[in-house]
């Protein structure tokens, strides 16, 4: 199996046994799933480093607005159809190819494997994400694996955090990897938004929930010591048959 396919296996199986459900949506969206149903209308300024590839489809009207197509971004637009068809409580990973127009280099590329989750029901906590979180780290990376929250800024969330993980390589200690600071960043995660809520009509005064996002290449790399993402996609049978 391809490195990305194992990691994404393992991450996934450690969330359902946390009994979490896989769903699964199309790469090809529009601008209401992408964007304006997570709180990001076309003014604000964090769609700036993901609004592109649009594709030359008839647009689809939406609450008399049309909306353009594009590749998707992130797989939070899969959390959003999801809540469109069911009621709460949901808990759910959403693993898939996204788009965004990074210039590849050593850490970037213009595709690359996201899993998002989100949990939503009534009374769901900031201190509920925290222990999940600790718990995935731990599975993933070892019993030892400490984890820490950033505050930071989505749109989607609030209040949202960066969480990093105690460096694997130097396990806290300070090394070239960590760049001294004996931490990792992984994840960004949060609690929903209630605009969110509001645009998928759940009652935000009576649910609440939270939700995480995570690259794969980033966990595959940090988990079996790869320095460079292109070597995920050149097929080289050479790298791919060591995992």
């Not at 645009?199 to 790399?221: H, I, P, Q, W």
């Not at 940090?222 to 048959?241: A, C, H, P, Q, S």
Request: glycine fraction near 6%.
């Amino acid at each position: 199996k391809h490195p990305i396919t194992c990691v994404t296996e393992e991450i996934c199986s450690i969330f359902v046994r946390m009994g979490f459900e896989i769903v699964q949506g199309p790469e090809v969206e529009t601008e209401y799933y992408n964007f304006t149903a997570l709180n990001i209308p076309k003014d604000h300024p964090s769609r700036d480093a993901f609004d592109t590839f649009f594709l030359d489809l008839k647009p689809q009207r939406k609450n008399n607005i049309d909306y353009n197509w594009l590749l998707r971004s992130q797989t939070s637009t899969v959390q959003i159809r999801v809540m469109q068809e069911r009621k709460p409580p949901l808990k759910i990973i959403a693993p898939g190819r996204v788009y965004r127009p990074d210039a590849t280099d050593a850490s970037h590329s213009f595709q690359f494997h996201q899993i998002e989750g989100l949990f939503v029901d009534k009374k769901v906590t900031f201190s509920q994400l925290k222990g999940a979180l600790a718990i995935f780290a731990r599975q993933l990376f070892g019993p030892k694996t400490k984890t820490r929250f950033r505050p930071h800024f989505f749109p989607f969330t609030e209040p949202s955090v960066e969480v990093d993980i105690s460096c694997i390589i130097c396990r806290g200690k300070g090394c070239r990897v960590c760049s001294q600071k004996g931490w990792l960043e992984v994840l960004g995660a949060g609690m929903v938004n209630p605009v969110v809520f509001e645009a998928v009509g759940y009652d935000s005064e009576k649910y609440t929930g939270f939700a995480f996002g995570m690259g794969v290449e980033r966990l595959a790399m940090l988990k079996y010591g790869i320095t460079d993402i292109r070597m995920f996609y050149e097929n080289d049978l050479r790298f791919l048959r060591q995992f």
